[in-house]
């Protein structure tokens, strides 16, 4: 075993010793058997962390999808971030959560931080109240130490509000196409517990569509190797960015992590890896919906 640990680790540049994986926090699952899998879904192969490490390196730019409001996801994204800075020079890091207009923020607060000067985060970020900063301080704070920018990957709310207005179209044979159009509409309806008025469907679908291909296009402006963390429906092979970088002709690889609780069922239409971890309780996320 410590043979191939080491074969492993000379691939990511020298037999270095990864972290200690982060313990389990969510209570949901724990006896599940796909509890810690981590699994190449286009052999079926089960790898070892440092094996998926391995093989994510050789990328030039790996999509992370996660649950947003799962703690285990986020603390394997920081695992993940250190361990493929182990084997390369890390590019650029992108991130969902952040809008272009807090990028000048972000690069400012980066270089105090560098620094060592006392930054009150989330306020000198203009940190989004929607993104839970108890999850994703640790992340943003990581990132913010290393050499590499932190980067926006999203739309601004103005660019939001304009395409809901407009359903502006894409551009693009593949993203265009009716099977991910149909399946996003599915799941715009689902998420929104089935009370969003059919006649706001192409609008939502527009916006969904468009924050996907700023995503691509971001991707392909930021220095390589770069890692991108979005949700899950983003990161989606057969509905989300790597559809718009094949429309956008992308050179080099890209390779798709799905971060998922035990018991759900991810394909290799979907992603190239998956990992999978504990849920956190269950919550009804369609009560707000109904009250109102």
Not at 85 to 108: K, W
Request: charge should be negative; glycine fraction near 8%; proline fraction near 7%.
């Amino acid at each position: 075993m410590r043979l191939l640990c080491c074969w492993i680790m000379i691939m990511l540049g020298g037999c270095k010793t990864l972290a200690p994986l982060p313990e389990w926090q969510g209570s949901e699952g724990r006896d599940h058997p796909q509890l810690g899998a981590v699994i190449d879904l286009r052999s079926g192969e089960h790898l070892q962390p440092a094996e998926l490490v391995a093989r994510l390196s050789q990328a030039d730019r790996v999509l992370i999808g996660e649950r947003h409001d799962n703690p285990d996801h986020h603390a394997l994204q920081v695992w993940l971030l250190q361990a493929l800075g182990q084997g390369r020079a890390p590019g650029s890091l992108l991130l969902e959560m952040l809008n272009p207009d807090q990028q000048a923020r972000v690069s400012r607060a980066q270089a105090e931080f560098r620094r060592g000067e006392s930054v009150d985060l989330p306020s000198a970020l203009g940190w989004q109240e929607g993104w839970d900063w108890s999850l994703y301080g640790p992340l943003v704070r990581y990132a913010l130490e290393q050499p590499y920018p932190l980067l926006a990957a999203n739309l601004d709310r103005e660019e939001i509000v304009e395409l809901y207005r407009s359903g502006a179209a894409l551009e693009g044979r593949a993203s265009t196409a009716q099977a991910p159009r149909q399946m996003l509409l599915a799941q715009i309806a689902e998420s929104h517990c089935g009370m969003l008025p059919e006649s706001q469907l192409p609008a939502m679908l527009a916006v969904q569509q468009h924050r996907d291909r700023r995503m691509a296009e971001r991707l392909l402006e930021a220095p390589s190797p770069a890692v991108l963390i979005a949700g899950a429906f983003h990161v989606r092979r057969d509905l989300g960015v790597p559809l718009h970088l094949d429309d956008l002709q992308a050179l080099g690889e890209s390779r798709v992590l799905m971060l998922a609780e035990a018991g759900e069922a991810i394909s290799a239409q979907q992603a190239d890896f998956v990992w999978f971890t504990p849920a956190p309780p269950a919550q009804d996320h369609c009560a707000s919906f109904r009250k109102g």
